[in-house]
């Protein structure tokens, strides 16, 4: 029997490529030969990339080969990321035909919904890489399915809470912000309902998701809404595995299956600076890769993190214009009491005993590590999917604490010190955050390893194909 080739499609943004390029190595890892093809920007950023004899590559060009950067405009970007990926992924695919290398079956990820036309007009059977969290689906799958006013005008009473089949109350700041009948990225929520319209053609479609059922049961259980199977945390564990078990991070060597910018020496250094602490004595910041946080907001940052006065490692990147350092007037006391870098492997550093909380965005990557790595969070979600994920880690979960914002939707400097306070603390409270991320920690890990929940259902998928 013809061993099993499949065409992976996935965004060059990093919550779209992580994921996908480590759920592309599981399978290539398991028997399965995997094309995995984006734009050739994701080469400026990620100059390592895993080895395996059954994972190629196929980049192209989308016309921005510089990239999605903080700042800039998501519309015209995913526009013409899908004008001129569709034609490239036809020629992908008949080259490999011609090659004696068919495709057999064609995997896509999230915001890339006219795959499953371009696949169709190969006959080519095709699976939906979900790489957000089932609840997300769920309210998703709702809005596009008789609950859309319920939910759109929720946003009109945010102290208001709706009921949703299989969910638990949510409020307007718990949905993602998509859905809020005043969002401008009304070409993003078209790609989601497109997403739901294949469904519909396609009731059948296998729809691989980014978590795993210990952690969304009740989600799942509640599944008249497709063909939904969990295999997360997708996410490279081997690595995770190797982090946990180094007394001495600075001396820890990628493995083949880890990749990520390379990084200066002078950008190492933190390394030997985090070894140096104490355990879980610091906290990490970062606010991931896409969402732009406001002057006043980051200065609010900033004083709440000298405030709280413990030290700290904050991601601080480079925007399409400017910097974020540029963007603090508290800078120099910052660096005196923390140390702050343009990057950071950040599952190195959540696994690195001295990092005691995750100040995030709850992007559901950076939910995921958390959660796998064992750290408590403070939740500082800012628009899509991350005020629900963030409600998954405050009420679902109960590893961390979501901030509140004020009237003018700002988080004061009093708020972050009181939480960072709540979860970093030596009482009660502190080491009830710290001993629910250790269990996630644990059901993460037996979710994944042989015989779990999401390694059978990731088993059972190969063997399907």
């Known amino acids: 029997m013809m061993e099993p080739h499949v065409l992976f499609v996935a965004l060059a943004t990093h919550g779209h490529f992580n994921p996908g390029l480590h759920l592309a190595n599981i399978l290539s890892h398991s028997g399965v030969h995997v094309t995995f093809a984006t734009s050739a920007s994701v080469l400026q950023r990620v100059p390592k990339l895993p080895s395996s004899p059954r994972l190629s590559f196929a980049f192209f ?22 004008c001129q990926a569709f034609k490239a992924i036809h020629d992908i695919i008949l080259n490999s035909k011609a090659n004696g290398k068919p495709f057999s079956f064609v995997l896509y990820s999230l915001l890339t919904p006219w795959m499953a036309d ?5 006959n080519l059977p095709t699976a939906l890489f979900w790489n957000q969290s089932a609840a997300v689906f769920a309210i998703y799958y709702h809005f596009f399915n008789g609950y859309r006013d319920l939910i759109q ?3 009109s009473y945010p ?20 859905c809020d009948p005043t969002n401008s990225n009304s070409f993003v929520l078209k790609l989601f309902e497109s ?3 294949v469904l519909k053609q396609e009731p059948q479609l296998k729809i691989l998701i980014n978590t795993f059922n210990e952690l969304e049961h009740d989600v799942l259980r509640a599944n008249n809404m497709g063909n939904l199977i969990p295999i997360g945390p997708v996410l490279p564990t081997k690595d995770i595995e190797q982090l946990n078990n180094k007394k001495n991070l600075g001396m820890f060597k990628a493995a083949p299956n880890s990749y990520g910018p390379s990084y200066s020496l002078d950008e190492s250094k933190y390394f030997s600076w985090l070894n140096s602490k104490a355990k879980s004595s610091l906290v990490y910041v970062s606010f991931g890769s896409i969402a732009t946080v406001s002057k006043a907001q980051l200065e609010e940052i900033g004083r709440g993190l000298l405030d709280y006065g413990g030290e700290f490692l904050w991601v601080m990147r480079k925007m399409a214009h400017g910097n974020e350092r ?3 007037s508290c800078l120099d006391e910052l660096e005196a009491k923390g140390k702050i870098v343009a990057w950071c492997s950040q599952l190195e550093v959540l696994s690195n005993p001295a990092t005691g909380c995750f100040l995030t965005h709850c992007g559901w990557n950076s939910s995921m590590e958390s ?3 064992g750290v408590p969070v403070v939740a500082f979600p800012q628009w899509t999917d991350q005020g629900t994920n963030a409600k998954i880690i405050e009420d679902l979960s109960k590893s961390g604490v979501k901030l509140r914002v004020n009237e003018n939707g700002i988080v004061e400097r009093g708020e972050i010190k009181r939480c960072l306070e709540m979860v970093m603390g030596k009482g009660d409270e502190g080491e009830s955050f710290r001993r629910n991320a250790q269990k996630w920690k644990e059901l993460a890990k037996k979710a994944t390893t042989k015989g779990g929940s999401s390694y059978l259902n990731i088993r059972g998928f190969i063997d399907e194909l």
């Open 61 to 82: 060009s989308d016309g921005q080969d510089d990239g999605f950067k903080p700042g800039n405009d998501v519309v015209p970007f995913l526009s013409q990321f899908e």
């Open 118 to 122: 371009v696949a169709r007009s190969f």
């Open 153 to 155: 005008n929720s946003f």
């Open 159 to 178: 102290c208001v809470n709706i009921n949703l089949p299989g969910l638990p109350s949510l409020n307007s700041k718990q949905l993602p912000s998509l």
């Open 195 to 197: 997403h739901f319209h």
């Open 326 to 328: 540029d963007m603090l």
């Open 371 to 373: 959660l796998v790595c």
